[in-house]
């Protein structure tokens, strides 16, 4: 493949082939211009814990690569059965994501920054009466790489910086292992955790819709999960994903049972991805 292959929760940045969270293609400091397209078959939209439709979903992706700098445009197509907002046979999500890899490791370890533009285009949010709004995200992350055939520790830091206003902390540790010149297999582990008011805007917990929510910051969720990529030819390869999801306890998984389609799940998928 024309590209290094780099795998775990932590990695992914606005699109993942997988929900968003998971199996990503990136490449650092590259001065030659690469497109991908990925197109993943995922048995259920979760993401962050946040189970938003429980039947399968179809995610496409393309990035734009050079330099260190990526552009995503990544999408959510419900095929059929309806989400948490009602919407079936349409597409329910499409972000847009602008990520920069600094030229740079600062004792093995990586960074990369970006920001990330959610949009939901056909989705009402039944509590209050109208759309869903969109919102964006700066992050910024670190990789260490000292041990990366063996185990890959990484730390990514969201800020919403629009409905939100709060923020999200995504801890993984991934083991990888190359079984061939074609075969690469990973299992890993990753924890999210929300400040108060990233805990408020998706687990409210208030009484009555629209009032006011009294969610503490903590831990969000926990996913254990393994992959694995097989190169078919120098420009396509299949990858094949499986995780399972928890949310934490007390009000945080309280207040999913009247928001979200469940409070733990078992999904994965197949992603196709082609570089030209």
């Known amino acids: 493949?024309?590209?290094t292959m780099v795998f775990g929760l932590a990695a992914a940045v606005a699109g993942g082939a997988f929900a968003q969270n998971d199996v990503v293609m990136v490449e650092s400091g590259q001065a030659q211009t690469e497109v991908t397209a990925e197109a993943a078959l995922v048995s259920s939209y979760v993401w962050r814990g946040q189970v938003y439709n429980n039947d399968f979903v179809v995610q496409p992706q393309v990035t734009l690569e050079t330099y260190g700098v990526s552009f995503n445009v990544w999408g959510n197509y419900n095929l059929g059965g309806s989400d948490i907002n009602g919407t079936s046979s349409d597409f329910?999500?499409?972000d847009l994501s602008l990520a920069y890899t600094l030229p740079f490791n600062l004792d093995d370890v990586s960074f990369?920054?970006?920001?990330?533009?959610?949009?939901?285009?056909?989705?009402?949010?039944?509590?209050?009466?109208?759309?869903?709004?969109?919102?964006?995200?700066?992050?910024?992350?670190?990789?260490?790489l000292t041990f990366k055939d063996y185990v890959i520790p990484s730390f990514t830091l969201f800020g919403d910086i629009d409905e939100a206003n709060g923020v999200y902390m995504l801890f993984d540790i991934v083991a990888p292992y190359q079984v061939s010149e074609y075969l690469a297999v990973e299992g890993?582990?990753?924890?999210?955790?929300g400040n108060t008011s990233y805990n408020d805007y998706y687990f409210n917990n208030a009484p009555?819709?629209?009032?006011?929510?009294?969610?503490?910051?903590?831990?969000?969720?926990?996913?254990?999960?393994?992959?694995a990529s097989y190169e078919i030819t120098d420009d396509l390869s299949v990858a094949v994903n499986v995780t399972y999801t928890m949310l934490e306890g007390g009000s945080i998984r309280d207040a999913a049972d009247n928001?979200?389609?469940?409070?733990?799940?078992?999904?994965?998928?197949v992603n196709l991805i082609y570089d030209f």
Do not use: R
């Not at 970006?114 to 285009?121: A, E, R």
């Open 1 to 3: 493949m024309k590209k």
């Open 208 to 227: 009555t819709p629209g009032g006011s929510s009294t969610q503490d910051s903590g831990w969000n969720d926990y996913n254990f999960y393994a992959n």
């Open 112 to 144: 990369d920054v970006g920001v990330i533009n959610y949009n939901f285009p056909n989705s009402t949010d039944s509590a209050k009466g109208k759309a869903v709004p969109s919102t964006s995200e700066l992050f910024g992350a670190a990789t260490l």
């Open 188 to 193: 890993g582990i990753s924890a999210g955790y």
């Open 259 to 269: 928001i979200y389609d469940s409070k733990q799940k078992l999904w994965g998928g």
């Open 92 to 94: 329910s999500e499409i």
